[in-house]
């Protein structure tokens, strides 16, 4: 099973995933009938959650049901417990949207929920990061995870996001993070495909980030929060959710 989900997440593009991935995942699920795991997103219980990822796919990790990874389902938890998120009146913009937030998202009624992306058929509005096309001050809420590394120019998509937020705001920015490497590691003059892919973990991807992340944010022109909500949860609910145990929240603001 792993080494079909690795040649499949490095061979079809992510447009194509996003349309088909959830109807083979429900399939699948049929085969994963347990309750020893438990996907804070969606409620569904299994006996484990399928592998994922590119080189070396991670046991228990996505959610057949809704397919929320590991830090989808940490994010979720960090909205429901640390912020104003799903009772506050919300003016939202969802970079990149996840497909196990998109039907929630826009269900929720205190919500003006607005997803864009560059290719995505998921999001309604199909937008370069680098020039997102609204005006300043226009948001409440500004999600956009595992997307800055993808991006040429990090820095002026970080600014883009802040320019369109209120300042009363808040926007959660995650990207992977490589904990062994003391700065974010970046070289424009890589261009060979398989090179990209072992140094930055996937052939699309213009950066590694390292410990320096979150002062890599404040480039952006961003104040930002370390919140450790992952790392010091109980084990026993980890293990329950198969959360990320050493995902730093970064919450940013102006």
Request: a positive charge; charged letters at 30%.
């Amino acid at each position: 099973m792993k080494s079909i989900i690795s040649w499949t997440l490095r061979n079809i593009p992510r447009k194509y995933l996003q349309l088909v991935s959830h109807f083979a995942m429900k399939i699948y699920a049929i085969f994963l009938r347990g309750t020893k795991v438990s996907c804070p997103v969606c409620k569904a219980k299994f006996s484990k959650f399928v592998p994922y990822g590119r080189l070396e796919p991670r046991d228990n990790a996505l959610c057949p049901n809704c397919l929320a990874l590991e830090r989808h389902r940490l994010m979720y938890m960090y909205l429901q417990q640390k912020t104003n998120f799903f009772n506050a009146k919300l003016k939202v913009l969802h970079v990149a949207p996840e497909y196990c937030f998109i039907d929630r998202f826009e269900k929720m009624k205190n919500l003006d929920y607005i997803t864009a992306d560059i290719e995505s058929p998921l999001a309604k509005v199909k937008m370069d990061l680098h020039h997102i096309p609204f005006e300043e001050n226009t948001f409440d809420v500004v999600f956009c995870n595992h997307v800055l590394e993808h991006v040429e120019d990090d820095i002026q998509c970080m600014r883009e996001m802040r320019r369109v937020l209120k300042p009363t705001g808040w926007a959660i920015m995650q990207s992977p993070q490589d904990w062994s490497l003391a700065t974010t590691f970046e070289d424009k003059t890589i261009t060979d495909p398989k090179e990209r892919e072992r140094l930055f973990k996937q052939d699309d991807h213009f950066r590694i980030y390292g410990k320096d992340y979150n002062k890599r944010l404040e480039q952006g022109g961003w104040k930002v929060t370390e919140d450790k909500f992952g790392v010091n949860m109980p084990p026993d609910q980890i293990k329950r959710f198969a959360l990320p145990k050493d995902e730093i929240i970064y919450l940013c603001q102006k």
